[in-house]
């Protein structure tokens, strides 16, 4: 490993501090370095917040080693006005002479031009250094921005022999198939992404939260859909924990492409990445229509024998672990 990977591999390490919060921002990371020590650190701050590199810069108690010093970066450093100043008119401004880049922002706001203003203020810019780490760090930000969609992670729990669900039940509330540490993990997945999505019919019959209730960190919005918008709002997903969407055939035309209108949807609502989380139809809705990034399938130990069957798919496995009796494999879609 170069010197360069190893600095912009400790940029990834602290930018995941970001998870859950900047959304809808990229979670940056940033280190400088002075003669070969690090000076200053900084991560991507809650929406609003000041980006990496600001961070960085701040960390920096000397500010005149500033001058000698490289700033490595996960992603191009933004060149616009939004809720904060552009972060490479700061480097500029300290006259920080080395900047290394992991990838460059498809952000049409930026999309190099964050380059073209360092080098031509005289900084000498590194770019593509462990870029394909940093794109998949990056992987809702991109996929928002070159998709026009938000990262799409599917998610469910079957039975061994298959099923999502009993053919019937007694309660209107979820029969759990897995066990409760897989469900802690399930809430502190839904703390690390903007939203999460369920069909009608998993609203009326396990009138589920859909909040981080066994983990710390701030609910996704949520997505509800509801073709004839009759939900009650005696149901839990309407209480004030958090917000939620309906999306019904005022928003979408149910006869064709719902996936792509629902991501439509989504988009215009600034929304870059949702768990779907079912039921059956919804989910393979999503999987027949190829809009999707990435499956995390749960399978416990118990049995249906008869019920709703799993939803049918393929994609290449990329992990697979057990927690406890349970088995989590994570697919991506090719």
């Known amino acids: 490993m170069t010197v360069h990977e190893t600095y912009i591999k400790r940029c990834l390490e602290i930018a995941k501090n970001g998870l859950g919060n900047t959304r809808p921002n990229p979670m940056v990371g940033s280190v400088i370095v002075y003669k070969n020590q690090i000076i200053g650190e900084g991560y991507t701050s809650a929406y609003g917040g000041n980006h990496a590199e600001v961070n960085a810069v701040n960390s920096v108690k000397d500010k005149t080693l500033l001058k000698g010093s490289t700033l490595y970066v996960t992603l191009e450093p933004c060149s616009h006005f939004g809720k904060t100043p552009p972060c490479s008119d700061l480097i500029i401004k300290h006259q920080i002479p080395n900047v290394v880049i992991g990838c460059i922002d498809d952000n049409p706001q930026v999309a ?142 149910f006869s064709k492409n719902v996936a792509q209108q629902i991501c439509d949807v989504l988009f215009k609502n600034n929304i870059n990445s949702v768990i779907v989380e079912g039921g059956a139809k919804t989910l393979q809705t999503f999987i027949d229509e190829n809009i999707w990034d990435e499956a995390r399938v749960f399978t416990g130990n118990s049995s249906f024998k008869k019920g709703v069957k799993a939803p049918e798919f393929s994609g290449t496995l990329i992990s697979e672990k057990n927690i406890l009796s349970d088995i989590l494999k994570i697919y991506k879609n090719d």
């Open 112 to 253: 190099g031009k964050g380059i073209d203003k360092l080098k031509s203020a005289g900084c000498n810019v590194t770019v593509g250094v462990l870029e394909n780490e940093c794109k998949a760090h990056h992987k809702r930000f991109f996929t928002f921005h070159n998709k026009k969609r938000p990262y799409i992670i599917l998610k469910w729990a079957e039975t061994t022999d298959g099923f999502i669900a009993p053919e019937t039940k007694n309660e209107q509330k979820p029969v759990w198939i897995t066990n409760a540490y897989s469900r802690q993990l399930v809430h502190k997945w839904r703390a690390e992404e903007q939203a999460i999505l369920v069909g009608t019919h998993t609203v009326l019959q396990d009138n589920p939260s859909l909040t981080v209730r066994d983990w710390t960190g701030e609910n996704p919005i949520r997505i509800a859909m509801d073709r004839k918008a009759g939900l009650s709002t005696d149901y839990t997903i309407f209480n004030e924990e958090a917000k939620t969407i309906i999306v019904s055939e005022n928003d979408i035309d």
